[in-house]
């Protein structure tokens, strides 16, 4: 990072200066054998496409609020730094009968529909696949998403001093995220950290994302993990050369 990163948004500016080409997120779904390895460069680019559909095309500013269903999940990554370019808060698990925009997983649908603003349907499946058929009364992120501009410019500054993140009941500032990912340490720049937790908690969020991002690292991002033996554990560990885990 730089001394003049004030949000996550900043901190993913900062990698993308440095070295675009590194790993970011390795994503990995044991129940399904996904694999998906998202280089710096291509996790800013769906970033900054998804930017583009919050604001553009959902209407999202500073101080509205995202209500995020989603699991531990590349594309739950991309929509945290999405919500910090815009300024919007990302409620992660939040009410989203209270939010402006909801984003939600297919297991999270009925939930969803609470929401009286936007709503935006991922279906989770491998290599970014839409739905075979969209939920009534929602869009299809798969969709909408790819035609969306690879720059994004955010219509109003973002203040690193208003809210950006609630997760497990605790509101945090971009600024506060920046602080706090730094201040979680346990990673090298260029280390590798496995993290098989879920996204519904900070130790979750600062594991399998925002310390890796904050430190220069990179995440190895496990989901359904209890499918996995101990063996092929340690064989991934091995082979996504893993410097720290997080289960």
Do not use: I
């Not at 720059?151 to 509101?171: C, I, K, M, N, T």
């Amino acid at each position: 990072m730089n001394a003049t990163d004030r949000t996550p948004a900043d901190l993913l500016r900062s990698a993308l200066a440095a070295d675009p080409g590194r790993p970011l997120v390795t994503f990995y779904d044991d129940a399904t054998g996904e694999r998906v390895e998202l280089s710096v460069a291509t996790f800013a680019n769906w970033v900054a496409k998804t930017a583009n559909l919050l604001q553009g095309e959902l209407g999202a500013g500073p101080g509205d609020r995202v209500a995020v269903l989603l699991p531990a999940h590349w594309q739950t990554a991309v929509w945290l730094l999405a919500c910090s370019s815009v300024g919007v808060v990302a409620d992660v698990g939040g009410d989203p009968s209270g939010a402006d925009v909801v984003v939600s997983g297919p297991e999270s649908l009925e939930a969803a529909r609470a929401c009286g603003g936007e709503r935006v349907a991922l279906a989770l499946r491998p290599l970014g696949g839409r739905f075979p058929q969209t939920p009534v009364g929602f869009v299809d992120y798969a969709v909408e998403v790819p035609s969306q501009g690879d720059r994004f410019v955010a219509f109003s500054p973002v203040d690193p001093g208003e809210p950006a993140l609630v997760v497990g009941g605790s509101e945090f500032t971009g600024a506060e995220v920046v602080e706090r990912a730094l201040a979680d340490g346990g990673v090298d720049a260029g280390g590798r950290v496995l993290s098989g937790l879920s996204y519904d908690t900070w130790d979750g969020l600062s594991s399998g994302l925002y310390a890796p991002l904050a430190s220069g690292g990179s995440v190895v991002l496990c989901r359904n993990l209890a499918e996995l033996s101990e063996e092929a554990l340690a064989k991934r560990v091995e082979s996504e050369r893993v410097t720290v885990s997080r289960l």
